[in-house]
């Protein structure tokens, strides 16, 4: 059995805390990160806010982002293998389909991008408010540092319209109250994860 989980939510709203923690305690557990397919900084064009927009969705290669995932779909096993994720013995059987299989997808912009949305097999965003969210970032360190009056200028305002354009699309996804402790949105993830795999046994 192949099963999808997306993870989204504003920046610092712990997405990767949470995928972290999940990859260690789920089985057969693969990852990828819309982060990784950010294109590079001179491709980047600057907006009418006059920053470079990396808050959009033509900031990364999302094609490339989908046929990773794809790749997955197609054969867990040696996705697993080739990204150097652990399998469990019993993955080893001739027919993979009798083994779970999870994938989590996570990024800030997961569901807005239509190829993707089909996917899911289970859904959730993070949110927290927006002076949490301006703190969590003014501790963060960047590849690329936030030059002055990005996040009030460009990154809030597009996490406001893409939450929006998410929430209109009808999309069945589940919202995390990333205030809460690391450990309550852990426990509450990971029981209706476990839950729903036992379903479908």
Known sequence: MKYIIGIGGVTNSGKSTLTKRLIKTLPNCCVVHQDDFFKKPDQIEVGEDGFRQWDVITAMDMEAMTNTVKGWIENPVKFARSHGVSLSS????????????????????????LPLQDVFDMSYCITIPYEECKRRRSTRQYTVPDPPGLFDGHVWPMYLKHRSEMESSGFNIQCLDGLKSKEEIYNQVYTEIQNNLLNRL
């Not at 001739?94 to 569901?111: C, K, P, R, S, Y």
């Open 90 to 113: 019993a993955s080893d059987v001739a027919n993979a389909d009798e083994q779970t299989h999870i994938l989590i997808v996570e990024g800030f912009l997961l569901f807005n991008y």
